[in-house]
């Protein structure tokens, strides 16, 4: 168990909805990143918040947006799903980048 | 714009073969250079942070070492268990960490 937990494991969702997916941080870590990845694409940088505020953003399409809680947890909300949208969603936390991040074992969207 | 490219993109070798990963990479005002261990179906496991040229870092079986342009991973005596996609990644001054597409990396007994 690496500290990051990220609900649900698995979701299977028709085109055209909306879906959230929830991390929650490991003990102590301000930052929450977002990534998404493809069989074909590698690990893509999604966002990141730091303490409630958004810090940066990568290739986040307008159908995505996140937030960060007070109580530092996360979601992130797709919609407006496509087939395309098919990938695993990892959280990461950490308390500085330089020391690494913590990966949380995933979400697995499929959408049919 | 940071990038970071990864060669081979699959290896495989004998229990006990030695070998080398590469990373190689642009980015502006490097903070840190990272590499990972995935398992399939799990997320990326935090192996090493090299902050700048000529810095070492080891565990186990497994050395990293960095220069200007790229970092190489060197696994020494491979076990099955090694077998695994090792990532790297970089951190700019843009601040976000850019994750290369990984090497897959396979130990026959």
């Known amino acids: 168990d690496s500290g990051v937990t990220q609900t649900p494991k698995h979701l299977i969702t028709a085109t055209g909805q909306r879906v959230t997916l929830r991390c929650s941080p490991r003990?102590?870590?301000?930052?929450v990143y977002w990534y998404q990845q493809s069989l074909d694409q590698g690990l893509q940088f999604l966002i990141q918040?730091?303490?409630?505020?958004?810090?940066a953003k990568g290739n986040i399409l307008e159908r995505f947006s996140a937030q960060q809680f007070p109580d530092l947890h996360s979601e992130l909300n797709l919609s407006s799903l496509e087939l395309g949208d098919s990938a695993l969603y990892f959280c990461?936390?950490?308390?500085?980048?330089?020391?690494?991040?913590?990966f949380g074992s995933g979400t697995r969207l499929t959408v049919v | 714009e940071d990038q970071v490219t990864q060669s081979p993109e699959a290896l495989r070798l004998q229990e006990g073969e030695s070998s080398s990963l590469n990373c190689s990479y642009t980015?502006?005002?490097?903070?840190?250079l990272f590499w990972y261990r995935q398992d399939p179906g799990k997320g990326p496991e935090f192996l090493f942070t090299?902050?700048?040229a000529g810095e070492e870092k080891e565990k186990e079986r497994l050395k990293a070492t960095l220069t200007k342009k790229e970092s190489f991973l060197h696994i020494t005596a491979p076990k099955p268990e090694d077998s695994a996609t090792y990532l790297c990644a970089v951190q700019g001054s843009a601040s976000k960490i850019i994750f290369g597409s990984g090497t897959r990396l396979s130990i026959r007994p």
């Open positions: 980015v502006s005002g490097l903070r840190g």
């Open positions: 090299l902050y700048s």
């Open positions: 918040y730091y303490n409630g505020e958004e810090r």
């Open positions: 003990s102590g870590d301000l930052s």
């Open positions: 990461a936390s950490s308390v500085t980048p330089r020391e690494g991040y913590t």
